[in-house]
């Protein structure tokens, strides 16, 4: 989405969208990694009871996601529905939260003069009553995950809350952030539930179901309480 004059930064060039009841569907092609809504400085986005299918990426073609969030702030994804989504590797988030930090982090914006790299962060993201069945889980080094970003910057005031996840390498995992609440969801059969790479992330997990996690619930820089853990 992209709805501003070149160069246009902070949260101003996009506002005010409902995208509601559509299917973004990427064809299963495996040339090339497929992203299939994204959205720069933007702000109050609602994107509600949408289907994202038939998407792909992988380590030797480059990062993709269904859903890339960067550099805005008020974003609600609620309702919707992940599927058939083939990712793979470190990077390739179902939903990625970022920043506008550098030109590789917003590749849609292919020239200069229509991107502006001003390093601003996502702030105040929620997902919420979403279900992502994702097909492969075996080992951490395949990378994948619900939502998260493997980013630079320290993105905001994230909640993930009220979903079902299924079969991704990581529930939901951010590189760096500040203020992550992932509450009331079912994580099954991940490899690894909720991981955060920062100190003083003020990151909790409350009241989560996770069934087969293999290796952990959530790292020690995450704050749980009242998540049951079966299998």
Same mark, same amino acid.
């Given at each position: ?5 070149? !160069? $246009? !930064?902070? @949260? ?13 569907? !990427?064809?299963? $092609? ?15 986005? #609602?994107?509600?009871?949408?289907? +994202? ?9 480059? &990062? ?11 974003v609600?994804?609620?309702?919707? /529905? ?13 939903i $990625?939260?970022?920043?506008? @930090? ?9 020239d ?14 929620? *997902?919420?009553?979403? =279900? ?13 995950? +619900?939502?998260? &970003? ?5 993105? /905001? ?6 979903? +079902? ?13 500040e ?16 991981m ?9 997990? #409350?009241?989560?179901? +996770?069934?087969?996690?293999? $290796?952990? =619930?959530?790292?020690? /820089? *995450? =704050?749980?309480q009242?998540? =049951?853990?079966?299998?």
């Amino acid at each position: 989405m992209r709805n501003y004059y070149a !160069g $246009q !930064g902070g @949260y101003d060039a996009t506002e005010n969208v409902v995208i509601e009841g559509l299917t973004f569907d !990427g064809g299963a $092609q495996e040339d090339a990694p497929t992203a299939l809504l994204t959205c720069c400085h933007s702000r109050d986005i #609602l994107f509600r009871n949408c289907t +994202f299918q038939n998407g792909y990426s992988h380590t030797d073609i480059g &990062s993709g996601h269904d859903i890339e969030v960067n550099s805005s702030a008020n974003v609600n994804i609620s309702w919707c /529905k992940f599927r058939n989504n083939r990712r793979w590797g470190y990077g390739s988030e179902i939903i $990625q939260v970022d920043g506008a @930090y550098m030109e590789g982090a917003y590749p849609w914006a292919p020239d200069e003069g229509e991107r502006n790299d001003d390093d601003t962060v996502s702030d105040g993201v929620t *997902v919420s009553w979403c =279900v992502f069945d994702g097909i492969a889980r075996e080992t951490l080094a395949l990378g994948n995950s +619900f939502v998260g &970003s493997h980013g630079l910057v320290t993105n /905001k005031n994230i909640v993930v809350e009220h979903c +079902f996840i299924r079969n991704a390498c990581y529930g939901i995992i951010f590189n760096s952030v500040e203020g992550l609440v992932v509450r009331d969801n079912i994580i099954w059969d991940t490899a690894a539930g909720i991981m955060v790479g920062n100190d003083n992330a003020n990151a909790t997990a #409350l009241s989560n179901i +996770f069934y087969g996690t293999m $290796q952990g =619930v959530y790292n020690s /820089k *995450v =704050v749980g309480q009242g998540n =049951v853990l079966n299998g």
